[in-house]
């Protein structure tokens, strides 16, 4: 899993919504898969933060991210601070560590 964020702003004027395609490559350029987002600008003449997740393809090697116009007419939009991570995955080790103690505080509350 990923996560996509960013910032946008819009004059007044801009009445569209945004597609943000996220494509799927292999490692010869390929596309495997791709998701569609879809999102309203937001609020007009401010700085709005958005976050989306995704999902990739397992045997992809690299991402391709298109953001385009659906149907606005007038005015601009602005972008900023986009971002493209990896969600963490704990360690195999730190995930068990978790789960016993989880199981720890479980028995100590039915001891009570």
């Known amino acids: ?11 007044g004027g801009y009445n569209g919504t945004m597609d943000i395609q996220v494509r ?6 390929a596309q495997l898969a791709s998701n569609m987002l879809a999102w309203s600008a937001g609020t007009a003449d401010a700085w709005n933060n958005w ?8 045997a992809s090697a690299r991402a391709e991210i298109n953001f385009s116009n ?3 007419s007038s005015g601009a939009l602005y972008l900023d601070d986009v971002s ?3 969600a963490a995955i704990p360690e195999p080790g730190t995930a068990a560590l978790i789960g016993v103690f ?4 479980i028995a100590l509350r039915r001891r009570r």
Do not use: E, H, K
Not at 1 to 11: E, N
Not at 51 to 57: K, L
Not at 102 to 105: A, D, E, H, N
């Open 24 to 29: 799927w490559l292999d490692a010869g350029g």
């Open 1 to 11: 899993p990923y996560t996509l964020s960013f910032y946008s702003l819009w004059d």
């Open 70 to 72: 659906s149907g606005g």
């Open 102 to 105: 989880g199981l720890g505080l």
């Open 84 to 86: 493209f991570t990896a």
């Open 51 to 58: 976050t989306f997740g995704v999902t990739s393809v397992t």
